[in-house]
């Protein structure tokens, strides 16, 4: 089946892309291989989107989903199993083997979690581990929890967490945070623990999180802390395996994109966390979402 654009990720920038292309008439597909939303959909409380004072993260992933679907384009879910983006059609093969084509083809990636890279990361990662604080914080009630990292993202789960759990401690291997004002005000005057100088070693326990071994960048001496659970929140790394060995440039992982969003291939589009940029934001990524729109619109537009 041949469609104008095939949008590879439902986050806030392929979701976005999808409004402006489906609403501009251009028959629309956004392939996403979990659930619509991306990385907002961890967010319990967002407070940096225009229009909303506060909204939770699913309420606006559910929003714009109905949007883009309102606005005629077509979302499956499904995952990729290779793409040939070089020819004037490009080809799409999903994992359900599905042969696709596109005029167009707009990458909205996004990125993962950042692992630790520590002993019993990966062990207890779902037993104990976890990388998002919305989706695991209600199963530590009464529990201890340390948060890992420093940024506005570990800042926020920290104080979500608070909700549930009886302790909880912010691991930070700086002497400052890298968060903005408010979020870092609002840490400091509550209850929560903050180990600065500090970094996460180890992850120990039995079938489940016990431990962490905790090394003091100032003193160089490492304490075993007990714990429940770790959250990490130590920032993210592009989604873009698939590209490797590609034409498509990137930067250390990140698709390197103009002002238009196109990449280096003629059709090719990129928006959001995965292109190579300085602000990622959900705002920035919408922005990236219609500015891709409106050029794919005027490009395909040209070529009939």
Do not use: W
């Not at 060995?245 to 969003?261: D, H, L, Q, T």
């Not at 959900?282 to 490009?299: N, P, Q």
């Amino acid at each position: 089946m041949t469609y104008d654009v095939i949008i590879i990720g439902g986050g806030i920038g392929g979701l976005t892309t999808a409004i402006y292309t489906a609403r501009a008439g251009l028959k629309t597909l956004v392939i996403e291989s979990k659930l619509t939303g991306g990385q907002m959909l961890s967010t319990y409380e967002i407070e940096n989107y225009p229009g909303y004072k506060t909204i939770s993260g699913q309420e606006l992933a559910l929003t714009i989903t109905e949007q883009a679907e309102s606005s005629g384009a077509v979302i499956s879910y499904d995952g990729i199993k290779s793409l040939d983006l070089v020819d004037d059609i490009k080809r799409v093969v999903t994992d359900y083997d599905r042969e696709l084509e596109a005029r167009c083809v707009v990458l909205a990636l996004g990125a993962e979690p950042r692992r630790l890279g520590v002993n019993g990361e990966e062990e207890y990662t779902g037993r104990g581990v976890s990388y998002c604080a919305t989706c695991d914080g209600s199963f530590f009630k009464g529990k201890e929890v340390a948060v890992v990292g420093g940024g506005n993202t570990a800042l926020e789960d920290a104080l979500y967490l608070m909700r549930f759990a009886k302790r909880v401690r912010i691991i930070h291997r700086r002497d400052e945070f890298r968060s903005i004002g408010v979020l870092a005000e609002r840490v400091k005057e509550s209850n929560i623990e903050i180990m600065y100088d500090a970094e996460v070693t180890g992850i120990y326990g039995d079938k489940k999180v016990g431990e962490i071994a905790v090394l003091d960048k100032k003193s160089a001496t490492e304490a075993r802390i007990s714990i429940d659970g770790v959250f990490v929140a130590i920032g993210q790394t592009p989604s873009t395996e698939i590209l490797k060995g590609s034409a498509i440039e990137m930067n250390n992982g990140y698709i390197v994109v103009n002002k238009r969003m196109e990449t280096n291939i003629e059709g090719v589009y990129a928006v959001g966390d995965a292109t190579d940029k300085e602000v990622r934001q959900l705002v920035t990524a919408a922005a990236d979402g219609a500015v891709a729109g409106y050029h794919i619109s005027e490009y395909l537009m040209r070529k009939n």
